[in-house]
């Protein structure tokens, strides 16, 4: 993950650090590089900006020049600055006073989201809540299917109604889940390949029906700029809590993730790293941080 900022981050600074003293010269040069390896790994050309900027306001100051470990001082304010970027709450799911909890997964399709409600309702049911999955891709009947093998492979069970209006499957499943004891309800919602209005108009309808206490994207991490671009339109036209960042498994460069956040202002709260049920953590902006880093 983040192979190459990583590499070429860790060259940057281990310039710097061979050079002891630092002059502002050297910090220029640095935040030149520190640049380019993140336009390389796709990260949005004005978060680049933005962040390149603060990180040289504060690397500039006499504190750090004539600081005894100059290079370390920058490495650290790099560090907390990415933190930043990427920042927030993580893999927290809002909890409903009343049950059931409602969460409603959205995304572009092949995005991850019928695996990705899957993943949450075994995270959930290991936490000790009692999640029902909720089949409102009724445009694939194979996605109903694979909902339903997901559940039966981690115990958890499925409310489906063929190919109903999404809305009223939704609501039915609400009445569902509080007559058989279900507290936290997940509904995987049809994609697209790309957005349009009929998939916005479905997705508002439900919205309306069953007013989700946590609305969740599923994007894909391996698509960039594009997963940034499909955020931004998903929080301007539903309104989202949060985003589910999947495949950071594969070979991502780090530009969704380090950009999604910047541009959109919502938070990643999980991150999902493969294709078994239990490929799925909280997204901690430090550790990611520091794993960019090394
Ligand atoms: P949907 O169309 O958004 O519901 O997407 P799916 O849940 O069907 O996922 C599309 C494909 O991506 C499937 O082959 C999944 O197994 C795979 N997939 C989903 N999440 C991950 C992940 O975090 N890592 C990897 N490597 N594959 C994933």
């Known amino acids: ?33 520190v640049r380019v390896a993140l336009l390389e790994a796709d990260v949005n050309f004005k978060v680049v900006k933005d962040f390149v900027a603060k990180v040289k306001e504060r690397c500039i100051g006499q504190d750090v020049l004539e600081s005894l470990s100059p290079a370390q001082q920058v490495i650290k304010i790099v560090h907390e600055e990415m933190i930043d970027l990427m920042g927030g709450a993580t893999g927290k799911i809002l909890v409903a006073p009343k049950p059931p909890t409602v969460i409603l997964l959205l995304g572009l399709q092949g995005a991850g989201k019928t695996t990705h409600a899957a993943k949450l309702a075994n995270m959930l049911k290991k936490q000790g809540k009692h999640p029902l999955l909720v089949a409102c891709d009724i445009y694939r009947p194979a996605a109903i299917k694979q909902l339903e093998v997901l559940g039966e492979q981690i115990k958890v069970p499925v409310f489906s109604m063929g190919q ?78 949060g985003v589910i960042l999947t495949k950071l498994d594969g070979d991502t460069r780090g530009g969704a993730a380090l950009s999604i956040k910047a541009v959109t202002g919502c938070t990643i709260k999980f991150a999902g790293t493969g294709e078994k049920m239990d490929a799925l953590e909280p997204f901690h902006p430090d550790r990611m941080a520091s794993r960019i880093l090394g």
């Open 1 to 33: 993950m983040f192979q190459g900022l990583s590499d070429k981050l860790q060259e940057t600074f281990k310039k710097l650090k061979g050079k002891g003293i630092l002059k502002e010269a050297d910090v220029n040069e640095a935040m030149r590089e």
């Open 164 to 241: 109903e209006p999404p809305a009223d499957i939704a609501l039915a499943s609400l009445k569902h889940a509080y007559q058989n004891g279900q507290d936290v309800v997940i509904i995987d919602t049809a994609g697209r390949l790309h957005i349009n209005e009929e998939l916005m108009d479905e997705l508002r309808a439900i919205k309306t029906t069953v007013k989700p206490h946590e609305i969740l994207l599923v994007v894909d991490a391996m698509t960039g700029q594009d997963a940034v671009n499909v955020a931004e339109s998903f929080h301007k036209e539903i309104g989202l809590d």
